[in-house]
């Protein structure tokens, strides 16, 4: 018997109403199966994020795709798509968390080399802003992932990274330069390299500071840049970031009480971003969303309007970590944003806290109804959703961000 040629089709001729077989081991795409019945937009976006040059059309003809071979369902998620977009939306979550903590490890090594290793020091953390700056430009639409540092208390190294994502994504927004985006990311990782010479307890100290300790703390962006202008590898944009990272623009800040006509435009970024990144890590847990309106409330004059502006759009109306309602009535945890500010990637579970899962929203006809309160949870919704694992952020660069 002849054999039938193989028909190939470009992904941007996928349609409803087909059969198709994808040209990949089974393990390499989140579908159940290599054979593909198209029956909704979900599973066709879905392909076209799995980086296949073509697929296979099994069945069905392009003239009457509109005619699909099988009913579709009146279901928004067909039952087989929701664990194939969990798996989906695992994958590039793994991506943003191992980019993460790369960074971790690139920002803990340049830290440890200081003092011993300037130059060393300077290759290392350069190397590091080359390639968040790489993570962000290379995609057209870098969105903002909720990532997990393994530490129950904020450090300079995790807090440094969070504050240059946000920093750099701002930049980005602000259409800045690559040479301020690189003195934004380089600045951001190191504006609390001072606080490794304010002693553990005092560092980690939970509850209220004395005041000779608050004194201390205060003194870290001036030990800081000392530390880097004594190794002289760092530019003096560079320094003047981890120099006055807790200035404000009305004059209210410290060390040296300056205001916006004396700050770079980069340090008064880095400012804001590490005075909202600072309120996710209080004693009383603070939701981003209450961070947010925290700095509208409190700090109109002391920082600008046009940067809070931009940092609420790189954030969105439910930053990541925000704990939220859906219109289905589950719970959800914030966990990516996407260009539908009601509609972000979550994790999710019903309110007794079972069934937890990735849920990509914009696949479905769901979205965000409220933000919830910390006490509207029930203790095992709390633990599904995992409220002890700390807020950082990081880069997402997948089409279904």
């Not at 095992?380 to 995992?386: C, D, E, F, I, V």
Request: charged share 20%.
């Amino acid at each position: 018997m002849e054999k039938t040629e193989e028909i190939r089709l470009s992904l941007s001729q996928l349609q409803k109403g087909i059969t198709v077989k994808l040209p990949l081991s089974w393990t390499d795409h989140p579908f159940l199966f290599n054979k593909i019945e198209i029956i909704s937009d979900a599973q066709i976006n879905m392909i076209r994020q799995l980086g296949v040059p073509y697929v296979i059309l099994l069945s069905g003809t392009l003239e009457n795709a509109a005619e699909p071979l099988v009913a579709e369902s009146n279901v928004s998620q067909p039952a087989e798509i929701l664990p194939a977009l969990d798996k989906l939306a695992r994958k590039h979550l793994r991506q943003s968390q191992s980019q993460f903590i790369n960074a971790l490890n690139g920002i803990r090594g340049g830290f440890g080399k200081v003092v011993s290793d300037p130059e060393g020091a300077s290759r290392e953390i350069s190397v590091l802003v080359e390639t968040m700056l790489t993570q962000l430009l290379d995609a057209d639409t870098a969105h903002l992932a909720l990532v997990i540092s393994g530490e129950s208390r904020p450090t300079a190294t995790q807090h440094g990274v969070s504050v240059a994502v946000l920093s750099m994504m701002m930049g980005k927004a602000l259409q800045l330069p690559k040479p301020a985006l690189r003195t934004l990311a380089t600045g951001a990782l190191l504006h609390d390299i001072g606080k490794l010479r304010i002693p553990p307890a005092i560092r980690n100290k939970r509850g209220a500071l004395t005041t000779p300790e608050k004194n201390f703390i205060a003194m870290h962006p001036t030990y800081g840049h000392e530390l880097l202008k004594r190794g002289g590898m760092f530019s003096d944009e560079v320094l003047d970031i981890v120099w006055h990272h807790h200035e404000f623009m009305d004059g209210s800040g410290y060390p040296d009480g300056l205001d916006s006509g004396k700050l770079p435009l980069t340090t008064q970024i880095v400012a804001l971003v590490n005075d909202y990144d600072n309120l996710l890590w209080r004693d009383e847990m603070v939701s981003p969303q209450v961070a947010l309106g925290y700095l509208f409330k409190n700090r109109v004059k002391q920082h600008s309007d046009t940067l809070i502006q931009a940092l609420v759009k790189i954030l969105g109306v439910y930053p990541p970590g925000t704990l939220v309602q859906l219109t289905d009535d589950s719970l959800a945890k914030v966990v990516v944003t996407t260009n539908n500010v009601m509609q972000p990637l979550v994790w999710c579970c019903q309110r007794d806290g079972k069934k937890g899962c990735y849920r990509i929203l914009s696949e479905e006809e769901t979205s965000i109804a409220r933000a919830l309160k910390v006490e509207e949870l029930s203790e095992n919704a709390k633990k599904t959703l995992r409220l002890d694992a700390g807020i950082s952020f990081y880069f997402c660069q997948s089409g279904t961000c």
